[in-house]
């Protein structure tokens, strides 16, 4: 899905949305998201160290209780079991 950036997105509340927020949000896309995991799933699979540089991020995912308890009633789990598995 490609990004889009409206007025409803702007986070200072004083205008448009400025570049900085524009390449805030395209780092947050879930292609972005999907690259980078891909990356570090190639990079951590492979045994040649020098092939490509090294991508120091780190993946911090949150996921609310209220998405928890949804994913849990989706896949017919208990609560707690589904927090587990995640």
């Known amino acids: 899905d490609a990004l889009k950036v409206t007025l409803n997105d702007c986070l200072?509340?004083?205008?448009?949305?400025?570049s900085a927020e524009t390449v805030l949000l395209e780092q947050q896309s879930t292609e972005e998201f999907l690259?980078?995991?891909?990356?570090a799933s190639a990079s951590s699979s492979s045994s040649q160290e020098a092939a490509a540089p090294v991508d120091d991020r780190v993946v911090v995912v949150t996921l609310s209780s209220q998405s928890r308890a949804s994913l849990a009633s989706h896949y017919?789990?208990?609560p707690r079991e589904a927090s587990h598995k995640l």
């Open 35 to 39: 690259r980078v995991l891909g990356h």
């Open 76 to 78: 017919g789990l208990d």
């Open 12 to 18: 200072a509340c004083s205008g448009c949305v400025t």
